[in-house]
């Protein structure tokens, strides 16, 4: 069995500030985990992902994750917040090559 | 290399009607999935196919059959729609190696 968790369906920052989403996960096996980014009336797009290599992982347009096996978890982070990062982001989870499993989401809204 | 497609864009279904909704990726990949996006409850998978000629139930099956039609294509469908089932559904494939998803631009139904 695997399930995800985000903490916050909501995140304010401002531009320019530190983005942190939280991520908590379940897994009965080593898991692979995923986040993604959702903008308006879009699909989703892949941002980073672990896959049991690294254990902190860069992704696309400035975002990093941590893959903590003790607090099982695997936050999100940016260091300064833009604009355009407006969007909502899942955190998802898989235990091999089959299911995959998404979090409730998190909506990050950037203020000027 | 268009990705995944999906089709139609936009759907309105009376209760009781019947539809189907299509998908097709362009990527070689193996697995592909289906899955639904309501406000507050992030991706719920509904069915997915690890390979050409199998299917698989997700968290919420019911209402729904799918088809694995090839290694391309693999359908959705809705034998009597439920105003219950007004959602944006999400296509995805998945790639072996990376295991990263790659998902089709939704479909938005409302069922009335």
């Known amino acids: 069995a695997q399930s995800v968790t985000q903490l916050g369906s909501h995140v304010s920052v401002s531009e320019g500030a530190l983005v942190l989403l939280r991520c908590n996960y379940s897994?009965?096996?080593?898991?692979?985990l995923f986040w993604y980014v959702q903008y308006p009336n879009q699909g989703l797009q892949l941002l980073l992902k672990?896959?049991?290599?690294?254990?902190l992982v860069k992704g696309i347009n400035g975002f990093e994750a941590e893959f903590k096996k003790s607090e099982t978890s695997f936050h999100l982070t940016k260091p300064s917040a833009h604009m355009s990062d407006a969007a909502e982001y899942f955190c998802a989870v898989s235990g091999g090559y089959q299911k995959v499993t998404f979090g409730t989401g998190t909506k990050l809204q950037v203020i000027p | 290399n268009a990705g995944v497609t999906q089709t139609p864009k936009f759907q309105v279904l009376k209760t009781g009607q019947s539809m189907t909704l299509q998908c097709a990726q362009d990527?070689?990949?193996?697995?592909m999935y289906w899955y639904r996006q309501d406000p507050g409850m992030g991706l719920r998978l509904i069915y997915y196919?690890?390979?050409?000629?199998?299917?698989d139930k997700g968290e919420v099956p019911n209402g729904y059959n799918v088809s694995r039609l090839n290694k391309r294509e693999f359908s959705l469908r809705l034998e009597s729609a439920a105003p219950s089932q007004t959602s944006v559904y999400f296509c995805a494939s998945r790639d072996r190696t990376t295991y990263e998803q790659y998902f089709g631009p939704g479909t938005r139904l409302t069922v009335t």
């Open positions: 897994s009965s096996v080593p898991p692979y």
């Open positions: 672990y896959t049991s290599a690294a254990t």
């Open positions: 990527m070689n990949h193996n697995s």
């Open positions: 196919s690890a390979s050409e000629g199998t299917t």
